[in-house]
Every structure is written in structure tokens, then in C-alpha cells.
């Protein structure tokens, strides 16, 4: 069995999907979840494009342990040396240097011949050495690019130092018989290839990214680039979730493996989803809420009668729990937190008390408390970042006649910041009386309300995402209230973009 190594790439490409900013406290919380899952690498950022950015990877390298931590640059001395600089506290580090080889790009885009193009690259890894002994070379639209330029291009950057050598399909436009074909040609034609790993990254654009990356696999690939829920740039990259699951459903076929722990699959892609607001759809492969369902009463006979008739996977390998009856009114801290433990939390004593706190005022309210609203209250306690602002109180008059009205108090620093407005809705008048009252000015972008469990009691979990200049925040809030979901979402996407605002000056 061969070992394929899984790079993540979702706090750099996947961070590139429209809308899917984090700030550095949700970037960390990704990067220790993405150790726990088990992958190789953790590409934690792209350190020359902003300070952001910048420190992320820095921090990423200091705080976290398991996976190598790579840092995204140009074949640029100045990005290398950025690189270099944000990676300097980590123990295992390596950095990912890029150029493209295609002629679209070189000629519209770098302006370059290919000699000086090979120089760059050669160049770039020479240089990368001064930080690291692990180099990543990308071949940036590798799969557009004359294969007797790239095998060129791979062969000197393997002499000079890189260790990976990545094809990345960067516009998804290859289709998987060729793509095969590339790898399998660059093995046969690059004489030192035998001393560098070849790694593939493959966008959606044609929704063939994961098909093609499994066609690598089983070209003599090595390492894969995925991102968790397949985000990233345009229609994103190849998910995680279902090249991992790909590997292991079907060992007969690929023979090979995978350090991820399956497990934490689900749990994964949960925290990209609360962090970034991007839902999956449904019908997402392993990870979307029918991937595990049966409709049909033929099917559902089936799987009760014995479960691999319709199913390929079992949903516990993903970590997807049966959300079943666990806590109530009466259970303890002990139960609690042992609950929390079973489902993968580990939470510092602060955010527990938080927690619990939360979780006794719901079982007050709830008779019946699931995993799904254990897994709602933590990551709202406990994933919501610094506040400037803090809702304070709040009341909402509606009915039939007039119209509805908030009035609103928020603490700011010592001062009590107090107002009232009309709108056309009850949360049209929390929104527009929190506007009066914050003064930051911003666009509503989406709004979207989800209940955790079923029930007229159930939580409610409100996605909230706000535009400012180029930049879109993503706030969340969970309550059994619709309306004071909604109030919190958008407090903490309004908090995000201070907080970012404050960062930069
Ligand atoms: O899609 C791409 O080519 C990339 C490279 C920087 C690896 O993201
Ligand atoms: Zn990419």
C-alpha cells in the first residue's frame, strides 16, 4: 500500500472562495481541527499578499503540531523571503514557491519567455533553501502547459532543491484519462523524478477536480491538494472529504492509504461551515445531510434489513453521530462535558463555563436536548471571536397592526449606547436600529435561518454575511428565538469587521 499524503489547502485556496474571509482566531481553530483530522500539510496562507495573512501562517507555525506547515509565494525573492519570515517559529515547515509554465500565461500574464521563466523557478527553489529543506514547486496552469516545457521545468526544479513538484490543474479544465496520462508522461520523461514527491491540484471548474486527482492516485501521485467542503477559488478545488473517502472505500482500486483520521471528517467540514456561512448542499457527497439518507421505502428495507445493501460507508466512519436524545434539564457538568468529549471537544475551563451556562438555559426552555444543538451552542460560544460591541438587551414589538419596532441597548467600552427603530420587519428593526446605533458602514450581502433540530422549539441558527470594501464578514447566532439568532449573527459579522478594520490600522 502506498501512503498518499494529504496537503490542505483550505486556509489559502479555499480562503480565495468569495465570502470565505476568517479572521485569525477562525483560522486557528481550523488549523487545529485540520491536525486533528490528520492531514500532512497545512497550507495556512499566502504571507506576502497582507499582514493578515502574514500572521496567520506565523501563528499557525508556532501553535500547531502534527502536520508540516506550508507558506504559499511567488518565485519572487521578496514573497520567498516573506515566506521564509512567517514560518521562522514553526518546527516543520515548507515552503510552496509558484510560477506558471503555460504560454497563455506566460505571454498575457508574466510577460516572459520560458528561459527566463525556467530561471525564475530555479532561482525560487535556491532560494526557498535558505528557510527550509522542504520545497514545494507548483507549475502553476500545469495542465495547459507544453508537457515537454514542463517536464523541463520540473527536472530543474528537482536539481535545485524541491522535494514536491505539484501539477496543478488551475483553470479545471483537464478531463481524467489526460490528466493520467501528464503524470504518468512526466514519470517516464523527468530522469531525477524518483527524488521529489508529484502532488496534484485540481479546481472544479468542470466539476471533475476529485475524478482527475483520483486518476494521479492512480498514476503514481503522491500527494494530493484538497480543501474541506471543497472550497476554494471559482468552484473550488478538490474536497477532502471525498478524496479520503475515495482512498478508503475503494483500497481494492487505489491501493493506498491516508494518515486522516475518517472520524473527524464530519466534524470538519461542520466548523467550515459555521466559520466561512458557506453551506453544503444537501446532496454533497459524504458530507452533505442526504449523504446518509433513504427516501425510498425499497432502500430503507434494504439498509434495515442489513446496511451495506444501499450504503457504501458507514456514516460513524465519518464521524456523523446519530443525533440522539443526550442531556436534560437535570444532567450535570460531568455529563456535560463528558457528552462534549465524546463528540471531539476539548474545551479550555473559560469556554466550558460558557458553554454550560448556555446549555443549562437551554434544557430550562428545551425539554429534549440533541447532539446537534450541543454541537450549536459550542461553536456559538466558543468560535465567536473578540467583541467590541456587545448586545446588551433587547426588545422587539410586533403584531398584525403598525409596524414592528426594536429598541436596543449595546455596551461599547464603558459607554451604554441605547436606541429604538421602525422596519418593515422584525428583523428589519433590529438591523436597522443596530446600524443607528454602531455607525460602521457595511452592506447586508445574505441572510439565511436554519433549525438544528425539528420541532417549534427548535434552535435556530442564523448566517449573517456582511460586505465592506472588498471583504465579506460572516457572522453566526444560535438561540431558540429567530430574532435574537438573527441579533447575535449579525453583532458578531458587524464585530468581525471592526476587528479586521482595527487589525489594519
Ligand atoms: O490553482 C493553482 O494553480 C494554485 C497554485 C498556486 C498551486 O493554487
Ligand atoms: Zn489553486
Known amino acids: 500500500m502506498r501512503r498518499i499524503a494529504i496537503f490542505d489547502t483550505t486556509l489559502r485556496d479555499g480562503e480565495q472562495s468569495p465570502g470565505a474571509s476568517m479572521n485569525l482566531e477562525e483560522k486557528l481553530e481550523v488549523a487545529r481541527q485540520l491536525a486533528r483530522l490528520g492531514v500532512d500539510v497545512i497550507e495556512a496562507g499566502f504571507p506576502i499578499a497582507s499582514p493578515g495573512d502574514f500572521e496567520a501562517v506565523r501563528l499557525i507555525a508556532e501553535r500547531i503540531e502534527g502536520p508540516a506547515i506550508a507558506g504559499l509565494c511567488r518565485a519572487l525573492p521578496a514573497d520567498i523571503d516573506r515566506a521564509g519570515e512567517a514560518l521562522r517559529p514553526g518546527k516543520r515547515t515548507r515552503i510552496h514557491t509558484f510560477i506558471a509554465t503555460s504560454d497563455i500565461h506566460l505571454e498575457h500574464k508574466l510577460r516572459r519567455t520560458r528561459e527566463q521563466v525556467l530561471e525564475m523557478a530555479v532561482a525560487g527553489v535556491q532560494r526557498a533553501r535558505n528557510f527550509?529543506?522542504?520545497?514545494?514547486?507548483?507549475?502553476?496552469?500545469?495542465?495547459?502547459?507544453?508537457?515537454?516545457?514542463?517536464?523541463?521545468?520540473?527536472?530543474?526544479?528537482?536539481?535545485?532543491?524541491?522535494?514536491?513538484?505539484?501539477?496543478?490543474?488551475?483553470?479545471?479544465f483537464a478531463v481524467p484519462h489526460e490528466f493520467s496520462a501528464l503524470i504518468r508522461r512526466l514519470r517516464e520523461q523527468v530522469p531525477n523524478i524518483g527524488r521529489a514527491v508529484i502532488s496534484v491540484h485540481c479546481h472544479n471548474d468542470l466539476g471533475l477536480a476529485v475524478a482527475n486527482s483520483m486518476a494521479a492516485v492512480l498514476a503514481g501521485a503522491g500527494q494530493v491538494e484538497c480543501t474541506v467542503n471543497g472550497l476554494g477559488e471559482r468552484a473550488g478545488n478538490a474536497a477532502l472529504e471525498e478524496v479520503v473517502m475515495a482512498l478508503n472505500t475503494r483500497r481494492d482500486c487505489f491501493q493506498a492509504t491516508t494518515g486522516i483520521n475518517t472520524r473527524e471528517i464530519y466534524r470538519s467540514s461542520r466548523l467550515l461551515t459555521d466559520v466561512t456561512g458557506i453551506a453544503v448542499q444537501p446532496n454533497k457527497a459524504v458530507v452533505g445531510s442526504n449523504a446518509f439518507a433513504h427516501e425510498a421505502g425499497i432502500h430503507q428495507h434494504g439498509v434495515l434489513q442489513e446496511r451495506t445493501t444501499y450504503e457504501i460507508m458507514n456514516a460513524r466512519d465519518v464521524g456523523i453521530a446519530e443525533s440522539r436524545l443526550v442531556l436534560g434539564k437535570h444532567s450535570g457538568r460531568h455529563a456535560f462535558e463528558q457528552r462534549l468529549r465524546e463528540l471531539g471537544y476539548e474545551l479550555s475551563r473559560e469556554d466550558l463555563d460558557r458553554a454550560f451556562a448556555r446549555f443549562k438555559e437551554l434544557a430550562d426552555k428545551k425539554k429534549e436536548i440533541f447532539d446537534a444543538d450541543l454541537e450549536s451552542i459550542v461553536t456559538d460560544e466558543v468560535y465567536s471571536g473578540p467583541e467590541e460591541y456587545v448586545l446588551d438587551y433587547m426588545t422587539v414589538v410586533a403584531g398584525l397592526e403598525g409596524y414592528p419596532t426594536a429598541t436596543i441597548k449595546i455596551r461599547h467600552g464603558q459607554s451604554d449606547l441605547v436606541d429604538a427603530g421602525l422596519g418593515v420587519g422584525t428583523i428589519d428593526a433590529v438591523y436597522k436600529t443596530i446600524d443607528k446605533i454602531v455607525q460602521v458602514p457595511h452592506d447586508l450581502v445574505e441572510y439565511s435561518v436554519q433549525s438544528v433540530t425539528g420541532g417549534t422549539d427548535a434552535l435556530a441558527e442564523v448566517t449573517v454575511k456582511i460586505g465592506a470594501g472588498s471583504r465579506i464578514y460572516t457572522g453566526r447566532g444560535a438561540s431558540l428565538d429567530v430574532v435574537e439568532a438573527s441579533a447575535k449573527a449579525y453583532m458578531?459579522?458587524?464585530?468581525?469587521?471592526?476587528?479586521?478594520?482595527?487589525?489594519?490600522?
Not at 492 to 505: C, F, M, P
Open 132 to 172: 527550509t529543506d522542504d520545497i514545494e514547486f507548483s507549475a502553476e496552469d500545469a495542465s495547459r502547459s507544453d508537457p515537454d516545457y514542463l517536464a523541463r521545468v520540473v527536472e530543474a526544479v528537482i536539481d535545485a532543491g524541491a522535494t514536491v513538484v505539484n501539477i496543478p490543474d488551475t483553470v479545471g
Open 492 to 505: 458578531q459579522a458587524i464585530n468581525k469587521l471592526v476587528y479586521y478594520q482595527t487589525q489594519r490600522t
